[in-house]
């Protein structure tokens, strides 16, 4: 098992940048493709950003391209999302997950929900216009 805490949400202004962090516990965490989904009400949970284990490969939605970056720490055992130029349409509960052994980052990408195996609680992220 491994699991994942997400911190760092909150209510920012359009324009505004928040830093949302995943902290991962048990199993080896830099066997593990990260990545982040977000699921806003009525809609289904979309990916957002995905990076390999050693962190050279990120992937990002279009949607968020340019303004997301995506990092992780194998030593901390940490992934964080810094979001950047914050608009209305980014508020979501945003979910930290952990891809399937052997999977590479445009699976996550591609294949969305089907290709993680574990999911954090999620935090809130709203953006007010």
């Known amino acids: 098992q491994l699991q994942l805490v997400e911190s760092g949400g909150g209510l920012v202004q359009a324009g505004g940048s928040l830093r949302l962090s995943c902290a991962a516990s048990g199993r080896t965490f830099n066997q593990y493709v990260m990545g982040w989904f977000r699921q806003a009400p009525g809609k289904e949970r979309e990916f957002v950003a995905a990076?390999?284990?050693?962190?050279?490969?990120?992937r990002y939605a279009d949607s968020v391209e340019g303004r997301f970056v995506l990092s992780r720490d194998n030593a901390k055992n940490t992934v964080d999302l810094q979001m950047n130029s914050l608009k209305p349409e980014d508020t979501a509960l945003y979910y930290c997950a952990a891809g399937r052994l052997g999977i590479q980052t445009r699976d996550i990408m591609n294949r969305g929900t089907s290709a993680i195996d574990y999911w954090g609680q999620g935090t809130q992220v709203t953006v007010s216009s």
């Open positions: 990076i390999s284990w050693s962190a050279l490969t990120t």
